[in-house]
């Protein structure tokens, strides 16, 4: 498996798996947030203003 | 480049347009970032120094990058909103402030768990991690003047006066390296001379970073839409996408 002896050596990263996997893991969750919370974000407001253009309309 | 200026200015085209050039740079992104990751984390051999630790450089280094072009676009949108008053400058900046704000942070919390195996310590008052740290204390204050300013105009002046007198920084962070002798390592990229490191190593980082770029330019439009639904309610044309968008189910 690419620079790897097998998978659990993979995991091990020399030693490094602690480090390594700490920060992709942050970098995965930090990502995702990135692209979730806007699109959460958008769905709230729309509603909020739907809310109010009909109230304001009636 | 006057008439691109115009068509981005206007609230309505920037949101029209912003809907293609998205797609692409997401499509971009996903494709880039993803290959990056799998190659540098699974295939790329380990540094002969720092063994596998240094794959920690393909998030730390494109985190970082973004962390300083975020900076200076949202100084060039800080004066572009102070010079001709174009409030579309003002709403990209405003979208973009939590976006820089992480990758700040992951640039910060990534350099500081490649710190710990490499240079023995977590935290190092070095003067590029000290600059980043500054950098990150920018970005949370233009995010708080917006919390605590109820006027969106003073609000947005506010924001584009610190975000240009924080541009001092930005300058510190890319030559600390030179200037001070400091345990940070120099640049990995430049433009003049080929990189210290074998292909398989610097063509994924290179992946990652061009990637990071569109996944920052997918961001901006796409969070700069909903700041124009938020700020343009009041126009004809916003209330008919609201109501266009709620039918969708949203």
Redo the contacts between chains.
């Keep these: ?4 002896e097998s998978f659990s050596d ?1 995991l091990a ?5 602690l ?2 996997w ?3 893991g ?2 995965a969750v ?1 990502m995702l ?2 692209i979730i919370e ?1 699109k959460m ?3 709230k ?3 909020e ?2 809310m ?2 009909r109230r304001e309309q009636s | 480049m006057w008439k691109w200026i115009q068509k981005w200015g206007s609230p309505k085209l920037f949101y029209q347009m912003s809907f293609s050039w998205g797609f692409w740079f997401t499509l971009f992104a996903a494709v880039l970032i993803s290959a990056g ?1 799998v190659w540098g ?6 540094d002969y120094q720092q ?3 240094f ?2 450089i393909y ?2 280094v494109p ?1 970082a990058m973004l962390a300083e072009v975020i900076y200076m676009t949202m100084a060039s949108m800080g004066a572009i909103s102070i010079i001709w008053k174009l409030k579309m400058a003002s709403m990209v900046l405003r979208s973009i402030a939590p ?1 820089g704000t ?1 990758f700040a ?2 640039a910060l ?2 350099g500081a ?2 710190g ?2 490499t240079w023995g310590a977590w935290w190092v008052w070095d003067a590029r991690i000290t600059a980043m740290l500054i950098l990150l204390f920018l970005y949370l204050g233009v995010i708080a003047l917006y919390h605590v300013m109820e006027n969106q105009q003073s609000a947005d002046k506010s924001a584009a006066v610190l975000t240009l007198i924080g541009v001092v920084n930005i300058p510190i962070i890319k030559y600390s390296v030179e200037w001070w002798n400091t345990l940070h390592q120099p640049a990995t990229f430049t433009l003049t001379e080929k990189p210290a490191m074998p292909p398989e190593m610097w063509i994924p980082l290179l992946m990652m970073a061009i990637g990071s770029y569109c996944f920052f330019l997918a ?1 901006l439009l ?2 700069s ?2 700041e124009i ?2 700020r343009e ?1 009041k126009s004809g044309w ?2 008919e996408e ?2 266009r ?2 039918g969708k189910g ?1």
């Design positions: 498996m690419g620079a790897f993979f990263m020399g030693g490094h798996g480090y390594v700490l920060s992709f942050l970098y930090l947030w990135l806007p974000n958008l769905k407001q729309v509603k203003q739907f109010k253009n | 990751l984390l699974v295939f790329s051999p380990a063994g596998n630790s794959r920690i998030i730390h985190s976006l992480v942070f992951i919390a990534t768990i490649w710990k195996p961001q796409s969070r839409r909903t639904l938020v309610r916003v209330r609201i109501a968008l709620s949203a």
